[in-house]
């Protein structure tokens, strides 16, 4: 296979990650679920947020490393994309039902999503080893942007005063209900992921990028040279910095990702605006903002880890989350404030999902990211039940500021340990 065919895994990659990138895009649906005639509390519909989320964690730990490893991405991203359409239908059929919505997008969707999740990552580390934070934050961009579509697709493409779809206003316009819409979605994510897994395999043994010389002995342990089991990770204290790390980061960002919709109806109305008002602005403010922020920091936060190391590109996005996430809850009732917080913390948020697999890949190894990457990717799933069920809780108790500010704190005091603490394993019998 010609070296430049690996940019044809990337494309494919993308593709994938565009519609599991669906998670997402759960705004579009909590304001609907919390109407007639669903009438779900808050916290159920954070339920459900986080019970994709942690079983997307625990089946890509479990199940889908392992499988991919033997089987090869092709095959583990044609499953994923499988089950993920099928737990939407299945959601769609279940009508106003709680438990059918939870077991079809929180169980099914989020064991299709953790299938198909790893996969590109596992097989771009392959074939980019020379370019691992760049090409990392590229595999996982589409997860970011991919929210931006699914929203949008239900509200209609418009953008403030900008309307790129005048006279449409998205499928819920249309008269779409949201069971309706959970279908076409599952239908859709099931061709689409099948579709980008053709092009997604590994490279041949021993193959190397043309003019990349692999790390020397001496440069192995920071680079990717050095490969580590599970086991042997789970035993240094870096994975365990590393784990805690992501989990607060994750707590930060899905929190925001699951409420901004329901806090900002509440922090928008408070202001003066209309319920309708602050619904389009909040809309606006994830479906807009945050998503496309995700994706573009996905990508930047990556690029800049290649040129200034993974550790302080780590520690710097710790610390302007921790700003940001303290500041969202004064500014979040204004306009201007919840759209700029919404993209900070959507551009901080896209970073982990660069940056992780990224000190992974140079910590643990190249050659092991597959296996090893799920486990540091459990605390997304442990963040995603701490992070929007503590959301979901303060906003039916009428007491945001619990939720943002305890995250912003956390995330400041990781940024000081990673900065001051973290450092490079020495060797695979450490």
Not at 197 to 221: E, F, I, K, Q, R
Not at 304 to 321: F, P
């Amino acid at each position: 296979m010609k070296t430049l065919n690996r940019w044809w895994v990337v494309a494919g990659g993308i593709l994938i990650q565009l519609c599991l990138g669906a998670i997402y895009a759960w705004s579009a649906f909590t304001g609907k679920l919390t109407a007639p005639p669903f009438d779900f509390t808050r916290t159920r519909t954070q339920v459900i947020f986080s019970v994709g989320l942690l079983t997307f964690a625990v089946v890509m730990a479990l199940v889908a490393g392992p499988w991919q490893k033997k089987a090869g991405p092709r095959k583990v991203a044609i499953a994923g994309g499988f089950v993920l359409g099928a737990g939407y239908v299945l959601a769609g059929l279940a009508g106003n039902h709680f438990w059918g919505i939870l077991v079809g997008v929180g169980l099914l969707g989020g064991a299709g999503i953790g299938l198909g999740y790893v996969c590109p990552i596992a097989a771009l580390v392959k074939w980019f080893p020379d370019k691992k934070g760049l090409i990392t934050g590229l595999a996982v961009a589409g997860f970011g942007f991919g929210a931006l579509i699914w929203i949008k697709l239900t509200s209609g493409f418009k953008f403030g005063p900008v309307d790129l779809t005048p006279g449409w206003a998205g499928l819920y316009g249309m008269g779409w209900t949201v069971s309706q819409v959970f279908i076409l979605y599952g239908i859709l994510f099931a061709a689409l992921v099948v579709l980008g897994a053709l092009v997604l395999v590994n490279p041949p043994a021993g193959w190397t990028p043309a003019g990349w010389t692999p790390p020397s002995a001496a440069t192995a342990a920071h680079s990717g040279g050095v490969n580590f089991g599970a086991a042997q990770m789970a035993r240094t204290p870096q994975f365990w910095i590393v784990f805690l790390t992501f989990l607060v980061g994750a707590t930060a960002g899905l929190m925001v990702i699951g409420v901004i919709q329901l806090f900002g109806k509440d922090a928008l109305t408070a202001s003066g605006l209309t319920v309708d008002k602050a619904n389009i602005i909040a809309g606006t403010a994830m479906g807009l903002f945050y998503a496309l922020l995700n994706g573009i920091g996905r990508i930047i936060w990556g690029s800049l880890s290649d040129r200034i190391g993974r550790k302080n590109a780590i520690a710097l996005m710790c610390l302007l989350q921790g700003i940001v996430m303290i500041a969202f809850y004064f500014i979040g009732g204004r306009e201007w404030g919840i759209y700029l917080a919404a993209a900070l913390i959507g551009f901080n948020f896209g970073g982990n999902f660069a940056l992780f697999p990224a000190i992974t890949a140079d910590y643990f190894g190249n050659a092991n990211v597959g296996t090893n990457y799920p486990w540091v990717f459990m605390s997304y799933g442990v963040g995603g039940v701490v992070g929007p069920v503590l959301g979901g809780i303060m906003g039916d108790a009428k007491a945001w500021m619990w939720a943002f500010i305890p995250a912003g704190v956390a995330c400041l005091l990781m940024a000081l340990i990673v900065s001051s603490f973290l450092k490079p394993p020495k060797s695979a019998t450490a």
